[in-house]
């Protein structure tokens, strides 16, 4: 039996963790002093209005030691081989973690750490893949192997509302030439190689740079795999949001159109009113 395990960044909705019988494994939000556990005891919308009052981007850190070798040992001691996924290392060492806690437990053919080289719900995809291939009784190296390959195809790329928030974060490489009066900007930001790199340059309001986004993208979306899609966004209106479902339903290409609300780590970074489409090539 191999049991799945995730960090809190992948974004899946309650829902998906149970469906798929996924474990999560919360980050940290450091609101000040105040230390809280990602999608445990914060939501995104408190982060918003700390960050706004005191004009500063919350701390993040990784998953935490004591944490990981509790949710390890638990699976461990039931015979499991674990797989285990992390959001990409560049940005956090949460890979790491999990690695020093599968060694402190003496189970490190045992536990199998994946750096997702992505974020959000581009980790999503292959945790889900991962899960749908535990259910059909892979091995853990199997479901390892096909994940790395896999991991190359995953699209992952959101438009921003505001670029205040990662600008304070300082977690996207190239957006200091944004600065100033181009923070009116709403850039397309894309998972490349595990990192956060900016690209197309939107103008206007949001709801049109986003479908403006999302139909750029018509060639690679009916190219994508077919089996699911997600829109994950950090707190957008139900009418935007609705649009975009209905121009990829318009597609008639994905089997399942899935809509999750990205988590408080993924949040404090990229602010509200950011929505991603992502899928695997």
Not at 97 to 102: E, H, K, N, S
Request: proline share 2%; aromatic share 6%; hydrophobic share 40%.
């Amino acid at each position: 039996m191999v049991k799945i395990i995730a960090d809190s960044t992948c974004d899946l909705s309650k829902e998906l963790y149970e469906k798929y019988s996924v474990e999560k494994l919360p980050l940290n939000i450091m609101l000040g002093e105040q230390e809280y556990q990602d999608g445990v005891n914060i939501t995104p919308d408190e982060i918003y209005t700390w960050s706004d009052e005191h004009k500063t981007t919350p701390k993040t850190s990784a998953v935490g030691m004591d944490a990981a070798i509790e949710m390890f040992r638990k699976y461990l001691a039931q015979g499991m081989e674990l797989v285990v996924f992390a959001i990409s290392g560049d940005m956090s060492t949460t890979a790491n973690v999990m690695r020093l806690a599968a060694q402190e437990l003496d189970a490190s053919d045992r536990v199998h750490v994946i750096d997702s080289a992505n974020l959000s719900t581009g980790i999503g995809h292959l945790v889900i893949e991962a899960a749908i291939l535990a259910r059909s009784g892979a091995s853990a190296e199997t479901i390892v192997e096909q994940i790395e390959q896999l991991k190359p195809r995953v699209r992952a790329s959101f438009v921003v509302d505001t670029l205040v928030y990662l600008y304070r974060g300082g977690r996207c490489g190239g957006l200091a030439a944004l600065a100033g009066g181009a923070l009116k900007l709403h850039p397309r930001i894309s998972v490349v190689d595990g990192k956060m790199i900016p690209g197309q340059k939107y103008r206007g309001k949001i709801d049109h740079v986003v479908m403006n986004y999302v139909k750029e993208m018509e060639e690679e979306l009916m190219n994508a795999k077919k089996d699911r899609v997600f829109i994950t966004h950090s707190g957008c209106e139900e009418q935007l949001i609705g649009q975009v479902r209905e121009y990829l339903e318009s597609l008639g290409h994905f089997d399942e159109i899935l809509v999750t609300r990205a988590g408080g780590v993924i949040s404090s970074h990229c602010g509200p009113g950011t929505l991603g489409v992502l899928f695997i090539e």
